[in-house]
């Protein structure tokens, strides 16, 4: 079974490597960004924006922060699934980014079987339309 790839953006390294290191062991093909900026390239690199099963997305970042990630992947990508991924848990935002199409919302400290649930989901249910 070919999962794609999961794309993990967040600008703590530790955290990237937790997620990394979880979802490789599940059979998960990663790419790493530390920005939005970051992230966007990435897409954009060889057929990513294709291969991209899932994004896992921060929203406190520099450069290009979660939001302006989300609201530029919603134009771009619309039919890749995104969770968010936070350390400040805030229902008002968390209801706002539901609104804008984000799958879901994870709060940091992630739980293994948490993560793997979600994307697990969100690759089963595939991308909303392809390209």
């Known amino acids: 079974m070919v999962v794609g790839k999961i794309l993990v953006i967040d600008d703590e ?3 990237r490597d937790v997620i990394r290191l979880h979802l490789e062991q ?17 897409l954009k690199e060889e057929n990513n924006m294709v291969n991209v099963g899932v994004i896992l997305c921060d929203i406190r970042m520099p ?24 350390g400040y848990p805030d229902t008002e935002l968390a209801v706002s980014l539901l609104k804008k199409g984000v ?28 390209y």
């Open 26 to 42: 599940a059979g998960f093909h990663i790419l790493e960004a530390g920005n939005g900026e970051e992230g966007i390239s990435l």
């Open 13 to 15: 390294k530790n955290v």
């Open 63 to 86: 450069k290009v922060n979660g939001i302006e990630m989300i609201d530029y992947l919603r134009q771009e990508a619309p039919g890749i699934p995104i969770a968010v991924i936070t």
């Open 103 to 130: 799958k879901d919302y994870l709060v940091k400290p992630i739980e293994k079987e948490k993560l793997l649930e979600t994307v697990e989901r969100l690759v089963a249910a595939g991308k909303d339309f392809e």
